[in-house]
Each structure stands twice: as structure tokens, then as C-alpha cells.
């Protein structure tokens, strides 16, 4: 009995017991898929992640640490310790290496979201994901003082529709504190859908930040200095400071030589911070979580094949007849080992094919649904070598698995085999 006729001896054997064969290669098929699942979402999160903004240089912003800055910049989460002057903001913007900026004042909230005070470049040039523009789902930018621009979380959330009135409260948290009710916004346009905190962001212009500040004094209420809505439309509301700025160059080559110069700014104490490099060093803090993600997808897959050495092991008893006629035929011990090897093989290889079939099938139908709700992009692409050489360790483990049973038959003597079992 040679190498050809095991292989197709355990083709057959599996065939009669397909039913359980089946189930045993849908288990090893789930678990490479989930294997492969988590990789693509591991791999497209990083991307995604790194891609929260795109298309920009620099980010400047007062000195403080480069995580603080991203976080408060760009994700929104917590605040700057200090704000820029206007006049510094208007010296970086007139460089000649510049192409656009963005200014960007926090501070205040609504309804637990942040709102962020900006210009109409904000809709012109930020950039997320692959370069992906802003786009409107509805209405258009802000125009009016009072006009304000929600993102698609802000607007679903809260049921709010163009036209819809709402009051910026001073403060954070869910009901913050001292609300600005005597100059309320209207909604004048709601974002797309992007998948990153976009999403949850009142915008207002600059002129509107100053506008429903321009009574307070110190955080707090000026006492008897009521300025209405309408008169503060008659006043100068030019900002007198900025939170941080987004900055585009007219060369990325320049964004060295800009860094330094902001970073030794000698008006005021500031700092400019390169987004990628900042937004790599917060991912590299999460990685405690990314471990934890490749351990679950790993025991996933240990336990479809610790379920196939089951299944074969099970299966030895109702075999031990069928054993002892092979070895009657002259099938050596080592060629009973060898046929349930290649059973484990052959089981375990058509659960990996079939688990990327269905992964890649699975992509294909919810792609486009996970990027439009979660702003994560999972390209469709040929396997890559880490991939193979995760596949390949799978084919090893699953061989590896069929080695207990096939070590057990391979020891079952002739007498054994043909004993009637009470």
C-alpha cells in the first residue's frame, strides 16, 4: 500500500462519514475566518486609524505633549492647556510655504458632544481616510452666525434635522454648565457619514465662538452685561485666540523645516506636531488590545482543531474493526498512521479554503457597509505572505492535531482490532 492509494483510502473513509466530516471541516472553516476576519480588521483598523486625518502636514498647537495635542486636535478628547494668539495663527497661515490652514477653538459642548469653532477651509481641505473629502448628507456649510453644521452621529442621535434649534452650553460633559441660550443655532447643514469623530462634532464658525463669549469674562457670566443676538451681530467678532491650527503645505519636504521653526517660535510658546508619527505613537499604546485581539482569533482556531481531533479520536472506536481488516490486508502500522494524518490534512485543508472563500466572500458583501457606518476600510486584496504564513501554521496545527488519534490506531494491535468490544 503505497502513498496514492492512503490518500485516496482516506478520501473514501471520509466520504462515508461525511456527515461528521463536514461538520468537522465547517468548524476549521469558521474558525479561519474569524482567524483571517480579525487579521483584516486588526490591519484595516491601523489603517483606519492612521487615516483619522489625512492630507495633513503639520498640527500646531500651544506646547504640550504630541499624544495630548492629537487627542484634543483631532479626536477631541480632553483639552489644550493653553490656547495660540490670532496673531501667531495669522503668522503661520502667511508663510509662503503654507497652502491652507485650518484654525480650530474648543471649549464648549452640546449635549455631550464637542463643538468645534472653524472656518469654511474646515469643509475645503480636511481630509479623512484616503484623502476622502467632507461631504454634506444634507443642507450646506455654516454662512450665518448662528448657523451650525452637525456631524451624522450629532444629527442621529439626537433627532436633529436642518432647521433644527439648539443651544451650545460652556463646558464639557452631557449637560455641561452655563448654557448660552440667549443666542441659539440653527442647523444649516448635517456631514456624511466618515467614521471618525467628525461624527460627533458641532461645528460653529470662529465669529460664532466669540460671539457667545463675548459677555463672559473668566469662564463665567459677566454681572449686568447682556449683549443679545442681534446686537452682537453689529460688533467686531474677530477672534482673539485659536485652540490649534491644521496646517497644509505647499511641499511636504517643508514639513522638517516648519516644525522646527514653529517649535522655536520665540512669541509664544508653541508646538507643531506631525500627524502620522503622532497618531503611530498613540496606536503603539494600544497594543495591549491588538495582542488581545490575535490571542482570541488563535484560541478560535485551537478549539476547531482540538474539535477535528475529537471527531477523529471518537471515530477510532466504531473503526477498530475496519483497522484490523486493513492490517489483515497488509497495511502496516506506520500506513494506518499515515491515512489518519492525511485525513486531518485533508479535513483541515478544505476547512482553510472554505473559511477564505467565505472570508473573501463575506468582504465583499460588507465592505461597503463597514466603511460607510464605521469609516474602516478593508481593501479586497490577494492573500499577503503573514497571511500565508498564518494559513500555513494553521495546516501545521491541524496536522499536528490528527497526529493522538493516528498515534492511538497506530498502536492497536491485530488481536485488538478483531476482539468483540463488551
Request: glycine residues 10%; positive net charge; contains cysteine.
Amino acid at each position: 500500500m503505497t502513498l496514492p492509494p492512503i490518500l485516496s483510502l482516506s478520501w473514501r473513509s471520509l466520504f462515508n462519514r461525511r456527515g461528521t466530516a463536514a461538520l468537522a471541516v465547517f468548524s476549521i472553516a469558521v474558525s479561519v475566518l474569524l482567524l483571517m476576519g480579525v487579521e483584516k480588521v486588526r490591519t484595516g483598523a491601523r489603517a483606519s486609524f492612521a487615516n483619522t486625518i489625512s492630507g495633513t502636514d503639520l498640527i500646531v498647537g500651544a506646547r504640550t505633549g504630541s499624544t495630548q495635542l492629537l487627542l484634543y486636535s483631532v479626536f477631541r478628547i480632553g483639552n489644550a492647556t493653553n490656547n495660540i494668539s490670532w496673531q501667531s495663527y495669522q503668522e503661520l497661515a502667511a508663510r509662503p510655504e503654507v497652502a491652507w490652514t485650518i484654525p480650530l477653538s474648543l471649549g464648549d459642548a452640546h449635549r455631550g458632544f464637542r463643538v468645534l469653532g472653524t472656518t469654511q477651509d474646515y469643509f475645503r481641505h480636511y481630509r479623512f481616510g484616503r484623502k476622502r473629502p467632507l461631504t454634506f448628507a444634507a443642507g450646506r456649510p455654516f454662512e450665518d452666525l448662528f448657523d451650525a453644521v452637525l456631524g451624522a452621529d450629532v444629527a442621529r442621535e439626537l433627532g436633529y434635522d436642518l432647521g433644527s434649534s439648539l443651544v451650545i452650553t460652556h463646558g464639557l460633559g452631557a449637560a455641561g454648565f452655563m448654557p448660552h441660550d440667549d443666542k441659539p443655532f440653527r442647523v444649516a447643514g448635517i456631514l456624511a457619514k466618515t467614521g471618525t469623530p467628525v461624527d460627533r462634532t458641532v461645528h460653529v464658525s470662529l465669529e460664532a465662538i466669540e460671539a457667545i463669549h463675548i459677555d463672559w469674562q473668566g469662564g463665567a457670566l459677566v454681572p449686568g452685561r447682556r449683549i443679545s443676538a442681534e446686537e452682537v451681530r453689529r460688533l467686531p467678532l474677530q477672534p482673539k485666540t485659536v485652540t490649534a491650527v491644521l496646517v497644509g503645505l505647499e511641499s511636504r519636504l517643508g514639513a522638517f523645516a516648519l516644525q522646527r521653526a514653529v517649535n522655536q517660535s520665540r512669541r509664544e510658546p508653541m508646538m507643531a506636531i506631525l500627524p502620522g508619527v503622532a497618531l503611530q505613537e498613540l496606536w503603539d499604546l494600544m497594543g495591549t488590545a491588538e495582542a488581545a485581539l490575535g490571542a482570541i482569533s488563535l484560541f478560535v482556531v485551537l478549539s476547531g482543531l482540538l474539535g477535528m481531533a475529537t471527531m477523529l479520536l471518537s471515530g477510532l472506536n466504531e473503526r477498530r474493526r475496519e483497522m484490523a481488516i486493513l492490517r489483515a490486508l497488509g497495511a502496516r502500522p506506520w500506513q494506518i498512521f499515515a491515512m489518519l494524518i492525511s485525513e486531518a490534512a485533508v479535513l483541515t485543508t478544505a476547512g482553510t479554503a472554505l473559511g477564505m472563500a467565505g472570508l473573501y466572500g463575506l468582504l465583499l458583501v460588507a465592505r461597503p457597509l463597514i466603511e460607510d457606518s464605521y469609516g474602516l476600510y478593508l481593501p479586497i486584496v490577494a492573500p499577503t505572505a503573514y497571511d500565508f504564513l498564518l494559513l500555513a501554521c494553521v495546516l501545521l496545527a491541524g496536522v499536528a492535531a490528527g497526529a493522538l488519534p493516528a498515534v492511538k490506531a497506530y498502536r492497536q494491535s491485530l488481536a485488538d482490532g478483531m476482539m468483540i468490544q463488551t
